[in-house]
T-cell receptor, first 116, second 111 residues
Framework: GAGVSQTPSNKVTEKGKYVELRCDPISGHTALYWYRQSLGQGPEFLIYFQGTGAADDSGLPNDRFFAVRPEGSVSTLKIQRTERGDSAVYLC??????????????FGPGTRLTVL | EDKVVQSPLSLVVHEGDTVTLNCSYEVTNFRSLLWYKQEKKAPTFLFMLTSSGIEKKSGRLSSILDKKELFSILNITATQTGDSAIYLCAKGGTSYGKLTFGQGTILTVHP
C-alpha cells in the first residue's frame, strides 16, 4: 500500500513568512509524528498525535510552531514568522498502535524547508 | 536529558568487508532501541530491540541490545555498495511517540 507522503517536497521562503507543511500518513495509522532534521544530525522530535489530539508537543521549539490533525488523518505543521534557523528537512512518520504502543514508525520523504 | 550517541560518525570500507556500528544510550525511561537506514530522505526501519541479548537478523544485517551496558550494535556482513547510507539509532521512551535519535553513522562502501 501507499506509504507516508509529504508535500511539498521542497519549500523556499523568505524570512518572516508563514509556511504550511502537509503529511498524509499510512491509511489506518492512528499515531503521527513530526521530526526536524538539520544537516549532519539525526531527526529531532517535534510533536506526536494520537488520533486528533497532540499527545506530546514537548519538542516544538517555540510558539511559532504549531501542528494540527483535525480529522485524525492528514496533519499540517505550521510555522509562523520563519527564521533562517528553521531551515531543515521536516520529516513526518506514522505508526499503528493497535498491537501496542511501541511499534516502528514509518517515515515519509520529508519536506526540505529553506528560509532565505 | 535523553541522549543517544553513535560511533563512528563515518566509516569507509570496501565491498565484502564487515562493519560494526555502535549506539549507546541513557537508561532513563528506556523502552526500545530502533535502527533505521537513511539513503536520501526517508529513514527506513531495520530493527526494533526491547530485550537484552536477543539478536535480530535480516539477511546480512543483524543487531543486538545490551541493556546492562546500555548499548546496541548493528552488524553488516559482506557489505555492498547499496549499503552506503546513514544509519540512525533511536531510543524509544515511556512517552509513546517520542524517538530520540543519535547523530547517525555515515557508511560509504566502495566497489
Amino acid at each position: 500500500g501507499a506509504g507516508v507522503s509529504q508535500t511539498p517536497s521542497n519549500k523556499v521562503t523568505e524570512k518572516g513568512k508563514y509556511v504550511e507543511l502537509r503529511c498524509d500518513p499510512i491509511s489506518g495509522h492512528t499515531a503521527l509524528y513530526w521530526y526536524r532534521q538539520s544537516l549532519g544530525q539525526g531527526p529531532e522530535f517535534l510533536i506526536y498525535f494520537q488520533g486528533t489530539g497532540a499527545a506530546d508537543d514537548s519538542g516544538l521549539p517555540n510558539d511559532r510552531f504549531f501542528a494540527v490533525r483535525p480529522e485524525g488523518s492528514v496533519s499540517t505543521l505550521k510555522i509562523q514568522r520563519t527564521e533562517r534557523g528553521d531551515s531543515a528537512v521536516y520529516l513526518c512518520a506514522s505508526s499503528s498502535t493497535v498491537a501496542g504502543p511501541y511499534n516502528e514508525q514509518f517515515f515519509g520523504p520529508g519536506t526540505r524547508l529553506t528560509v532565505l | 536529558e535523553d541522549k543517544v550517541v553513535q560511533s563512528p560518525l563515518s566509516l569507509v570500507v570496501h565491498e565484502g568487508d564487515t562493519v560494526t556500528l555502535n549506539c549507546s544510550y541513557e537508561v532513563t525511561n528506556f523502552r526500545s532501541l530502533l535502527w533505521y537506514k537513511q539513503e536520501k530522505k526517508a529513514p527506513t526501519f531495520l530493527f526494533m530491540l526491547t530485550s537484552s541479548g536477543i539478536e535480530k537478523k535480516s539477511g546480512r544485517l543483524s543487531s543486538i541490545l545490551d541493556k546492562k551496558e546500555l548499548f546496541s550494535i548493528l552488524n553488516i556482513t559482506a557489505t555492498q555498495t547499496g549499503d552506503s547510507a546513514i544509519y540512525l539509532c533511536a531510543k524509544g521512551g515511556t512517552s509513546y511517540g517520542k524517538l530520540t535519535f543519535g547523530q547517525g553513522t555515515i557508511l560509504t562502501v566502495h566497489p
